[in-house]
């Protein structure tokens, strides 16, 4: 079997960094932790509830970038097994499945969400958190029939997607219909990791928002409001042009571009908000945006977020920040700033209908609520990996939103 495998080796570790250091091309192949194999060895089904699945895309996630790279903070390290084929953003057909999976056959087209919960786990007595339905934040991804791992694509008995295989238990099973591609279907958890924020931090149609990013995230954010029927105003703080054109696709009202030399007083302006400056440092803000929607993850677009948040505001922090230095968290005791975490997907109470994210994802693509044909802008052989990192981390250069791999 063909894949890229993570390994995290103190050895390998410690090599890819200082390589890094040298040149971000060198973090991947040859000694490093992220390395293609193509004589692996297929993952076994671990009883009769589970199916194997034949991959037929895995997408490149930003968190899939921080792994290659090594942004990730080592804390996270006790809930994953080396080595490990990577990807979680799957779309696949069942090659083999249990006695006891009931409902798909050998043939189908599935997703699979991707989270190894209690159930997956074969957990008995679930956690508290997944009896509630936040599956994310299970207590027990170290335990049960599996090996460590949050997911498929970070466990070393369950493949990732990718790799030709990977293997999900019945409850993470997904059918899709015969009118949705599966290239399609792939877009799943990267738009069902905005919309979970998204529900859980709904804005009233009167609010102010601002979405800091415009990656595939912060582009989802814009999406997932306006799929939903939300009528606040909507800015968002993007990079590149092409980025921006398509936030004003998705409905966003305002697009500010970070090499605006004064963005602050721009959003000043559209907030109404007063800008004062300090002894030293940097401008700060009275009054600002009602909710804000951090989708970066980096020093600077946290710092910069809790400033633009009004005072009794909310923050919801989206992006994988790990170990942020030169944060100035004034802001949340002196503009008592609500911060919110916001981790993958859950179960959502949506328009009356409670159903995991990814399943409200899925309905919401069906439905033609979201348009994704601009999303997918590269497609890759797994051996050419490197080519696809380099595409999937360049998007400036390369104009891409969604990488995939093809199989």
Known sequence: MKGIVFDGDVKKY????????????????????????DNLKEPELPGQDWVKIKTSYGGVCGSDLNLVYLHDSPSASPF???????GHENAGVIAEKGNNVEGFEVGDRIIADPILSCRVRGIEEECPSCKSGNAALC??????????????????DTGGSWGEYYIAHKSQLIKLNEDTKSEDAVLVDAIASALHPVARNFPDDNEKVLVVGSGIIGLMVVACLRALGSKCSITILARH?????????????????????????????????????????KRVMAGGFDRVFECVGSDLSIDESLRFTKQGGTMVLIGLASAPKGVDWTPIWLK??????????????IQGKTASTYRHTL??????????????????????YKQALQVASGKSKYRSIKVLFGF
Request: net charge positive; glycine share 12%.
């Open 363 to 384: 309905d919401l693509i069906q439905g033609g609520k979201i348009n994704i044909k601009p999303l997918v802008t590269h497609v890759f052989d797994i051996k050419d």
């Open 336 to 349: 008592e700033v609500k911060l919110h975490g916001a981790y993958w997907c859950s179960t959502e109470s």
């Open 14 to 37: 410690v090599g890819t960094l200082m390589l890094g250091k040298v040149n971000k091309k060198l973090s991947y192949g040859g000694i490093t932790c992220t390395s293609y194999k």
């Open 80 to 86: 994953v097994s080396f080595p490990f084929v990577i």
């Open 241 to 281: 042009k092409f980025q921006g054109d398509l936030a004003e696709l998705y409905g966003a009202d305002n697009v500010v571009y970070t090499r605006d030399n004064d963005y602050f007083s721009t959003f000043a302006n559209i907030t109404g908000g007063t800008l004062y400056k300090p002894i030293i440092g």
């Open 139 to 156: 207590s027990n991804f170290t335990r049960g029939l599996l090996a460590p791992g949050m997911s498929i694509g970070s466990c070393r």
